[in-house]
């Protein structure tokens, strides 16, 4: 039981074993046959081995190169001098090749042969700097021990590697995705210059492995659920109510991912903030959809995770109070509670949501919440083609998740207002009136 | 005598009285014949009336129209709700028409109809925050009284104008500059934010006025040479060497501007900065050239005044101390001399030098030094055609300015660290060495 209680942690799906992949790759959406379980895009599983693919490619192999080269053309970046990012640095490709019997620039190595193309490479070593992310660290956490394949990816058909630390995200992208983030990148790069806070992705590095005529592109992001805090709820929230239900498959999971409609019924009060918190979230989220409809982005959604402070210590209560995994998680959530708590008196300087947003539900219990907005890099234009578009909008008029862009923004952003995010009430009432209201709980000193 | 001794400002060249326009309408470079002075580009000047017009427009009108549609224009955007500026908002071009009679939406007014174009409003408003303008200071620094018609506008063609308070500058520019500008946007944007001590024009608005069928561009810029202050010297640095030497007919103005050569003979030992300040002036440069080699952009030129104090100080003792005029004038810049000194203590949130850069020069004279690079516009593609390119190029070799873009800018930023900016001895010796140190001249306590 001993793996139940503990399981190896799974950023995707905290709690979640990654030890069993035949077991555990099944799509998120509900109408999938066995066929497909084995197949979906790009990756494939060995039935009998369990061993995954993605384009014929064994995922260690994968793994390996990446690893590789991410930490060859770091190290190789961190030797030239800083300088501004300009213009054209969002279009360069750097192209190295990599023999198995190594060359005067490459170490051998028993992936096969292989080119990485590194974009951008400039522009990303700014990003992975403004997010306060140093060459070394990057290197380390990437290279430093192998990457973990995450056994539950989704539906979308991409390979989930997560790094040893637990820092970074490593996912395949389609050859469309690849290029609609290197389009992106001024834009992007915009955004997180004026809205530092954002909730959109933060992307490290783009990057293609080409081997055997088959180009594999991945893209390096934050792990926004760090696996060392228990998730006691998880949600995947688009603003629609159409379909967004939980499957009994997803439903049934340990650490399943609930939908909009799962929210409205299970948290009817919302999470409630703190008024400046409250502010700065909803704003924030303004200003990042505001990019992503400029992109005609849509169909993102904000991934959001609580971990339940109060929940957590009953939870120590009824099981055996020395045990020592409940201590370590339950230590890392309240120091992570406490550094939260110490930087929103800084509001001003507090530039990520990284550490989780103190919020109560409708009980008063103090939860930590982990949210961010993901799946961006689908475009509208050529995202519409694949869905069923039309079906969709007969069905159910304006509150399908495929729409146009601009309709999808503002519902996205109702929907987080209206019935996620919920202001609680000012506390700055002078005392004496205070004292007169009637109804009020005795606070806790 | 007065007006010579208290000429009315002119912000290209202090000193020189505006009110003569038929006298001063005279191009910088040498081999202009009687005729060209009378047009030059789109600009001309009608000999009998002193009259200048830009594609047969009077420049009163020009002006009038200018200001007019500004403030109105600047007064619609600001009712509108701040926000992120996106990449789109590059593109984005405001028409408004402005009938005689006026309309529902802008007012009567005797310029003959004419169609008002704002290129990129919102980025516009972005940067004149980003530099620290108001709206509201904006619109009346434009328009609250006549703008002054330079009357030493320069070979290039173009009409200047300077705002009353001597905050802005209005100029003309071709269609191409125009359009270049607007492709420049995205990446002078990521230099304003990477580099915001940036030397590079401060562009606070670009505008099209169409009347008549013809479009009349123009570009409102920073003054960079405040006229309150005495400019004893002044040039236009290109870093090269070949032709460039004031021409007879500049050196015979009251306040010439001179070139490289004339520089290398006058202050032969160039100007001593302080450490940091050197250091951070010409890292400042570096970045600047860097944006614009990498828009290809050459042929700018870096325009320098020089202030001097201490001269001041002995054109005071010399004249009747009790003249108002030089006590304004020497309390205004010992005014800036003050700030600037006050700045420099903080050098890390010194992000403009508009205050001048204190220095010195061969004499030990302290001055303040005002520099910008200028003529940005001119893209080298189309710039290299109507420049007498295979000739300069076969009579000079590498020293002509019309050149390739990265050695134009090596070159440039060469010249100002080997001839121009000096970075001063460090003084951190331990005193007892200092004592020791021979041919040190007495310190000013």
Redesign the interface.
């Known amino acids: 039981m001993a793996t139940k209680e503990e399981p190896t942690s799974n950023p995707v799906n905290p709690g979640k074993p990654v030890d069993d992949p035949s077991k555990d790759i099944v799509p998120e959406t509900a109408v999938v046959t066995k066929v497909t379980q084995k197949k979906i895009g790009h990756r494939r599983v060995d039935a009998s081995t369990g061993q995954t693919t993605y384009k014929k490619t064994p995922s260690s192999a994968l793994s390996g190169s990446i690893q590789l080269a991410i930490s060859h053309t770091v190290a190789g970046l961190s030797s030239k001098p800083e ?6 640095d969002f279009q360069v490709v750097e192209t190295i090749v990599f023999p198995s019997e190594g060359s005067n620039l490459t170490p051998a190595h028993h992936f096969g042969e292989f080119t990485f193309r590194t974009y951008a490479p400039t522009a990303f070593r700014y990003f992975r700097d403004l997010f306060g992310i140093r060459p070394d660290d990057y290197m380390l956490s990437i290279s430093r021990l192998p990457l973990r394949e995450l056994s539950n990816p989704g539906a979308s058909g991409s390979l989930f590697f997560v790094t040893h630390d637990d820092e970074f995200i490593i996912k395949t992208v389609q050859h469309k995705e690849a290029e609609f983030l290197q389009k992106l990148l ?2 992007y ?3 997180l ?3 530092p806070r954002t909730l959109l992705p933060k992307f490290y590095g783009l990057y293609n492995v080409q081997s055997g005529g088959k180009n594999i592109r991945m893209v390096v992001m934050n792990n926004l659920l760090p696996s060392v805090i228990k998730m006691h709820l998880k949600y995947d929230l688009k603003g629609s109510t159409y379909k967004r239900k939980a499957s009994k498959h997803e439903r049934a999971k340990k650490n399943p991912t609930y939908k909009d409609l799962d929210l409205l019924q299970d948290i009817p009060d919302g999470l409630t903030l703190e008024p400046d918190i409250h502010n700065a979230l909803m704003k924030t989220m303004q ?1 990042d959809c ?2 992503l409809q ?1 992109f005609k982005i849509m169909d993102y959604s904000l991934l959001l995770a609580i971990h339940n402070l109060d929940e957590m210590e009953k939870e120590m209560a009824a099981k055996n109070k020395h045990a020592q995994n409940f201590k370590k998680g339950y230590r890392a959530a309240q120091s992570v509670m406490d550094s939260t708590m110490l930087r929103t008196k800084y509001s001003k300087d507090l530039d990520h949501w990284s550490g989780g947003i103190p919020a109560k539900n409708g009980k008063g219990e103090r939860l930590l919440v982990f949210c961010g907005v993901i799946d961006i890099l689908q475009c509208y234009k050529w995202k519409k083609k694949m869905e069923h578009t039309w079906k969709s909008m007969i069905a159910d008029g304006d509150s399908v998740s495929v729409h146009r862009p601009s309709f999808y923004c503002e519902r996205f952003q109702k929907f987080m207002g209206d019935h996620v995010f919920k202001k609680s009430v000012v506390k700055s009432q002078p005392k004496r009136q205070r004292d007169l209201l009637p109804n009020e709980s005795p606070r806790p000193s």
Do not use: C, I, K
């Open positions: 300088r501004d990012v300009l213009m054209q001024p834009g790069y915009m955004n210059v004026q809205n200003r505001l990019v400029s």
